[in-house]
């Protein structure tokens, strides 16, 4: 049985490209019904498997831009030539639902959220170790060599914000990962699981 609050939680969560944010995040709408995923907009082409609307917005860049002119993002940044933004009535609807809203957004994006919303609740989440995070960007399969050298250079400055969230969390076991972020959630609402 879930208790809401009357207005739910903000929750700030991220990590590098290719640190298993979306693996994680499944797990955690499977096992705590008060999460909910902001869908972020995005103008970058989907990859295989990804739905139109469950995984990003895909949207062009001039739908993009107008929205953005419009004050219509919470955040927005550019990542490896590609705009990514978080709609703003979207998570408002969902917070005034009482539902824990979780924005997976990258790092700069994440910077903003903290700059506007200074008791948002945030998570950075890790790899065990560089070498492990190039390892999995190569598993993927999706990228060209070029685009991983690129999210790997990312991924060395992103680290080094990681310690301005208020939680870190290294994802070297999938289900400790997934336990942890609950636990740290659980801690800051009055949800009842």
Known sequence: MTRMSEKGKLVLYTGCSGVGKGTIMKELLKRDPSIR?????????PREGEI???????????DFIR???ADGYIEY???????YG?????VEDM?????NVFLEIEVKGGLQVMEKFPDVLSIFILPPSVAELERRLRERGTETEEVIKERLSEAENELKVASQYKYQV???????AVEEVLSILHQHTNNII
């Not at 917070?95 to 539902?99: E, H, I, V």
């Open 86 to 90: 978080t709609p703003k009535k979207q």
């Open 52 to 62: 139109d609307g469950v995984h990003y917005n895909f949207v062009s860049r001039e």
């Open 95 to 99: 917070l005034a639902q009482g539902c």
């Open 67 to 69: 929205l953005a002119d």
């Open 170 to 176: 290294i994802n070297d076991d999938l289900d400790h």
């Open 37 to 45: 995923l902001s869908v972020s907009n995005t103008t970058r082409k």
């Open 77 to 83: 940044a550019e990542y490896c030539k590609n705009l």
